[in-house]
Nanobody, 126 residues
Framework: QVQLVESGGGSVQAGGSLRLSCTPSRVTYLGYSMAWFRQAPGKEREGVAA???????RYADSVKGRIAISKDNAVNTLYLQMNSLESEDTAMYYC????????????????????WGQGTQVTVSS
């Protein structure tokens, strides 16, 4: 089975930046669509950013202009660069992957993805 491991979370002040990383075990990210989701206590899991295997990207409206998803094939790592962080960004962030490219309308839907990481906590203090 594919296993995903997230890292890079932590506690930052509002307006600060973090870069999350996700690495798979046993497989390469090549050919996979990938995404970042987040879930805060008492809230539903929501899609933050997605990168399809064909290069398509999609971002949640709440993070556009502040967050960027990218992939470094040389080190087989997925990144989520987060800038201008707000208290509303506080959540557990999860990496997800799927072997088939989803339609654009499903790119930020959690049911699209087959494999999930264990999560990394991001806390933004005001």
């Amino acid at each position: 089975q594919v296993q995903l491991v997230e890292s890079g979370g932590g506690s930052v002040q509002a307006g600060g930046s973090l870069r999350l990383s996700c690495t798979p075990s046993r497989v390469t990210y090549l050919g996979y669509s990938m995404a970042w989701f987040r879930q805060a206590p008492g809230k539903e899991r929501e899609g933050v950013a997605a990168l399809a295997s064909d290069g398509r990207t999609r971002y949640a409206d709440s993070v556009k202009g502040r967050i960027a998803i990218s992939k470094d094939n040389a080190v087989n790592t997925l990144y989520l660069q987060m800038n201008s962080l707000e208290s509303e960004d506080t959540a557990m962030y999860y990496c997800a992957a799927a072997p088939a490219p989803p339609s654009s309308l499903r790119l930020l839907q959690s049911t699209t993805y087959n494999y999930w990481g264990q999560g990394t906590q991001v806390t933004v203090s005001s």
